[in-house]
């Protein structure tokens, strides 16, 4: 079945420090991959997304790319901030089907 | 739109008593998720209704977990009885197309 795979976390980082979160999937089709991000005691929330090979998300200095040869959709930020400091999760859905989430990576940053 | 609105907040009840936690979608959504989170087994879905009907609910633990859609506007997921085990964060969120938008949550303890 489809499936979606990260890092183990916690990933920790100084402020201004360069991220990178691996994430990779397992697919039957073609389906849509996100990165969701939840700061402490609240819900998800849509941080980036990319609906076919190629594809380049971008938002909040954040970036992921859907690369359909290797199966990834890495998450990157070239200097984080403390306030990036959450839990992030990627995920795969096709079209109004369920999300499939990973485990999600606790990304910590300190100044 | 408030988003998705869920209540309670937080929760705490005896082990074997009635739980009743409820979800309010956003208006317009057709499918509708309930999400648990845990430490120990991260975001795990539990059931989705897609206009108003169980599509999926092969995540739903046991038979001490129900959930309904009456209509378009309300979701119930119902845990009878209440154990420890069930201590968690549970999530309802909906989505119009691919993106899903997640309520705050409710923190249930059951002691």
């Known amino acids: 079945g489809d499936s979606v795979t990260q890092m183990e976390g916690p990933v920790t980082l100084s402020e201004e420090a360069c991220l990178t979160i691996?994430?990779?999937?397992?697919?039957?089709?073609?389906?849509?991959l996100f990165w969701y991000v939840q700061y402490p005691g609240e819900g998800l929330q849509l941080l980036l997304k990319?609906?076919?090979?190629?594809d380049k998300g971008s938002n909040k200095g954040f970036e992921a790319t859907y690369r359909k040869e290797t199966t990834s959709f890495h998450l990157e930020k070239g200097s984080v901030q403390v306030s990036d400091s959450a839990v992030y999760f990627c995920?795969?859905?096709?079209?109004?089907?369920?999300?499939?989430f990973g485990t999600g990576t606790r990304l910590q940053v300190f100044p | 739109d408030a988003g998705v609105i869920q209540s309670p907040r937080h929760e705490v009840t005896e082990m074997g008593q009635e739980v009743t936690l409820r979800c309010k979608p956003i208006?317009?959504?057709?499918?509708l998720f309930w999400y648990r989170q845990t430490m120990m087994r991260g975001l795990e879905l539990l059931i989705y209704?897609?206009?108003?009907?169980?599509?999926?609910d092969s995540g739903m633990p046991e038979d001490r977990f129900s959930a309904k859609m009456p209509n378009a506007s309300f979701s119930t997921l119902k845990i009878q009885p209440s154990e420890p085990r069930d201590s968690a964060v549970y999530f309802c969120a909906s989505s119009l197309q691919d993106e899903a938008f997640f309520g705050q949550g409710t923190r249930l303890t059951v002691v």
């Open positions: 208006s317009g959504h057709n499918s």
């Open positions: 209704f897609n206009n108003n009907v169980p599509i999926d």
């Open positions: 995920a795969l859905s096709y079209n109004t089907d369920k999300l499939i």
């Open positions: 691996n994430c990779t999937y397992t697919a039957t089709g073609y389906p849509s």
């Open positions: 990319a609906t076919k090979a190629d």
